[in-house]
């Protein structure tokens, strides 16, 4: 079993930055590849970025490239994601995610196997 939990949300205003944390533990965490989705009011799920566990491949959705950077802890026991540039599209709950396994990193939601509980991003214009 794993745990993980999400901090770092808050209100900011359009072009400022914010970086989320996801902490993961467990008595079995290794060899997971980790994840960043997104919720916005009466909208699905979306993918954000996912990060290989040896942090050496990374994916975005085209709508964060370029202001958006997943990266993992020294101790690969978390993920944070650096966000910059914010507008208000991206206001949403952020959920962290992780899956295990050592190939490629996926957008599919379906393919984690855990979730956070979210924290909440709001940003003004």
């Known amino acids: 079993q794993v745990q993980l939990v999400e901090s770092g949300g808050g209100l900011v205003q359009a072009g400022g930055s914010l970086r989320l944390s996801c902490a993961a533990s467990g008595r079995d965490f290794g060899n997971y590849a980790m994840g960043w989705f997104r919720q916005a009011p009466e909208k699905e799920r979306e993918f954000v970025a996912a990060?290989?566990?040896?942090?050496?491949?990374?994916i975005y959705a085209d709508s964060v490239k370029g202001r958006f950077t997943i990266s993992r802890t020294i101790a690969k026991n978390g993920v944070y994601l650096q966000m910059n540039s914010l507008k208000p599209e991206d206001t949403a709950v952020y959920y962290c995610?992780?899956?295990?396994?050592?190939?490629?990193?996926?957008?599919?939601?379906?393919?984690?196997?855990?979730w956070g509980q979210g924290t909440q991003v709001t940003v003004s214009s």
């Open positions: 995610a992780c899956r295990r396994t050592l190939g490629p990193v996926v957008p599919g939601s379906r393919a984690y196997d855990y």
């Open positions: 990060i290989s566990w040896s942090g050496g491949s990374t």
